[in-house]
């Protein structure tokens, strides 16, 4: 193998490691909270926004490592047809890629660097973004607590997740105050609703693997099915968050979460075709990549001005 093709190996099974249509959906919560804590009135210097997202980055770098070293068994299972970002059959956990050497520079040089890098924004962001990789890392994955491997408990850590990422994202800006709460439990409530399909295709292969993951234990359909009173619980919420004070754009995220939330529950209910969800993980990634862009430039904007 000639040296080109040793480099373009290299690279990408880190692209493959590093995941990146999932890290957009978790670094949604962050920017979101960024940019609603830069509407309050909060400001921070534009290199300090660069160090905050570098934090992120590693951390996530760290989480998805550490998610793909846990589910090797599950993993090689996979049959490459249904996963909508990537093969996970191909992950180099799985395919043997990874020496025990350069996986410990892995975890080590992610770990430090989110650590490093949040510490130069504040102590309040490094604070919640270690809690982030905790819960999405750490106990989410690791062979100790796994708690992706525990019903109930493996939605739960991805919804409260999404909302430490968004409570970090607040105090880069402004360390001192919190955001509202029932913007957070909204938070909560979408991203637990949003990670549903996934753990639902992933049930043939964590059955094999002797996962016991909510899909596992409750059925695919019954975890799809799921979705629905989530929506349901998710009205009231809405309600209060926008009818209490709150910042105008978390109120503007909110009014087009949930009917968005609605219709990815219908367009799955839709798409069910068991044992697996026919569908294009950009029909999810791409309207959360839109608000991404926009929550950013908002808060860049905010921040600087």
């Not at 880190?14 to 957009?24: D, E, G, P």
């Not at 793909?68 to 993993?75: H, K, P």
């Not at 989110?114 to 604070?127: D, K």
């Amino acid at each position: 193998m000639d040296r080109r093709a040793r480099l373009e190996r290299f690279l990408h099974k880190y692209y493959i490691l590093f995941r990146l249509k999932t890290m957009f959906i978790y670094i949604f919560p962050t920017t979101l909270g960024f940019a609603t804590s830069a509407a309050t009135g909060g400001s921070i210097p534009g290199y300090k926004i660069a160090l905050m997202y570098l934090g992120f980055l590693c951390g996530s770098f760290f989480s998805s490592s550490l998610n793909f070293y846990a589910d090797v068994e599950s993993d090689r299972l996979h049959n490459d047809m249904y996963k909508g970002d990537l093969h996970m059959s191909d992950q180099p956990f799985a395919t043997g890629d990874m020496s025990g050497l350069e996986t410990v520079l892995l975890f080590t040089l992610t770990g430090l660097g989110c650590i490093g890098f949040s510490l130069l924004v504040n102590v309040e962001f490094t604070i919640f973004m270690i809690a982030s990789v905790l819960i999405l890392g750490v106990l989410y994955s690791h062979p100790w607590f796994h708690f992706k491997n525990r019903p109930v408990l493996d939605i739960v850590t991805n919804g409260v997740g999404a909302v430490v990422l968004l409570v970090a994202g607040w105090k880069a800006v402004n360390p001192a105050t919190w955001p509202p709460a029932w913007p957070l439990v909204f938070g909560f409530l979408f991203s637990a609703t949003l990670y549903m399909p996934s753990m639902a295709n992933d049930v043939p292969f964590d059955e094999a693997a002797g996962y016991r993951t909510s899909g596992v234990v409750f059925g695919a359909k019954r975890t799809i099915d799921a979705m629905i009173p989530m929506c349901v619980l998710m009205l009231p919420v809405v309600v209060l968050s926008l009818v209490l004070p709150a910042p105008g754009v978390f109120k503007l995220f909110i009014a087009l979460a949930y009917p968005g939330a609605i219709v990815f529950t219908i367009g799955m209910h839709l798409l069910w075709r068991p044992p697996h969800i026919r569908f294009n993980a950009g029909l999810l990634v791409y309207p959360i990549l839109a608000m991404l862009v926009f929550y950013f430039v908002y808060g860049v904007n905010a921040v600087l001005d």
